[in-house]
């Protein structure tokens, strides 16, 4: 019942806005261009303009896709259950690439990635930063798009109200996981769920911090470590430019997926990709976005519970020196007020 009575209002009020937002582009577009011409800016307002009005479009057009699928598959019918799966996970590839598309043609933003080709073979389980909204679409476009891989992805509950999201992704090997949920257990064992019956095709991805990191996540974080964990606020203190991982989530993952190898993405470009303000301003705009994996094979992880958390501690803290190594000072000094 609270799927059909979020989707009852989710999906409506998409088209709505969409089509509303699409009548006004013209006369948007006309005061961008006379707005960015005055500051004498790269077209930054055109660029927003053009880059929402495709995602709004990429929008309707998943859902309308999603029902002529569920139509032309049987599914309505509880048919051709396995052709529905495949036709919907085809449908959220191209949704998904279609977004940095988008990034890349109307910003002019470069993804440079390195190292992705320790994803395969599968199983293996991904552990990412976690930064902006543009990130959640990683797996997407690098496991699914390039490698052709099936991406098990962990995501937040919140996410279901975007009704692509919940459409789609629902019928796909997904998770979504409530944060700061009184059903701590119960969550875990979604995401241990998640894990069964990998196969070589396969790769879980999950962020490990929660929550996407800024500057004010990472204090409330110190504060509440040193009210309730102090034992964990020095190693925490390590950390500058990601979150401590949540060992919840991690160490379950970890024990389900006892004998798979393990692959870290750290990436830094689109921290500022996240409130409309920065679109707006501009922060996507030829900007270089750097996107890195390394693999630990499954014999260097160790068995034990505290030796895990130090072994993660460490990884985690390399792909916070990996980030301090590379990410450009605008986005730093525009962090510290976020």
């Known amino acids: 019942m609270r799927k059909l009575s979020r ?4 999906v409506p009020v998409t088209f709505v806005i969409t089509f509303i937002y699409l009548a006004l582009l013209p006369v948007l577009c006309l005061y961008g261009l006379i707005a960015d011409t005055i500051r004498r800016r790269p077209q930054l307002l055109i660029r ?7 995602i709004m479009s990429a929008h309707v ?23 529905f799966q495949r036709w919907s996970f085809r449908l959220e590839q191209w949704w998904g690439d279609l977004i940095f598309r988008i990034a890349e043609f109307c910003y002019g933003a470069e993804f440079i990635v390195l190292g992705d080709e320790c994803l395969e073979p599968g199983p293996v389980v991904v552990f990412a930063r976690h930064t902006s909204v543009l990130d959640t679409m990683l797996p997407l476009r690098l496991i699914e798009n390039w490698h052709g891989m099936v991406a098990r992805i962990v995501k937040k509950h919140v996410l279901l109200w975007d009704p692509c999201v ?3 992704s629902q019928r796909l090997p997904r998770t979504f996981v409530r944060r700061g949920a009184s059903d701590h257990e119960r ?19 999950m962020y490990p911090e929660g929550t996407r990191f800024t500057a004010k996540k990472r204090q409330r974080v110190m504060d509440s470590l ?6 964990a606020l020095e190693r925490a203190q390590q950390f500058e430019y990601v979150l401590p991982p949540r060992p919840g989530g991690t160490l379950a993952l970890l024990e389900q997926c006892e004998g798979m190898d393990i692959v870290f993405c750290a990436h830094t470009g689109m921290e500022l990709a996240n409130r409309l303000e920065n679109f707006k301003s501009g922060s996507l705009y030829k900007r270089k976005v750097h996107i890195e994996f390394w693999r630990v ?14 072994w ?10 990996w980030v301090a190594q590379r990410q450009d000072p605008d986005i730093t000094e525009a962090l510290k007020h976020q």
């Open 7 to 10: 989707r009852s209002l989710s």
């Open 297 to 310: 094979p499954a014999v260097e992880i160790p068995k034990g519970r505290e030796e895990r958390i130090a």
């Open 226 to 231: 040193a009210q309730r964990h102090p034992d």
């Open 61 to 83: 057009i998943g859902l309308v896709a999603l029902f002529g699928i569920w139509i032309g598959s049987g599914r309505f019918l509880n048919l051709n259950h396995d052709t």
């Open 166 to 168: 919940d459409s789609i």
């Open 312 to 321: 993660m501690h460490e990884q985690w803290l390399r792909v916070d020196r």
């Open 48 to 54: 927003f303009h053009a880059s929402m009005s495709s």
């Open 187 to 205: 969550q875990l064992d979604m995401v241990r769920q998640l894990s069964g019956g990998m196969g070589t095709n396969d790769a879980l991805w």
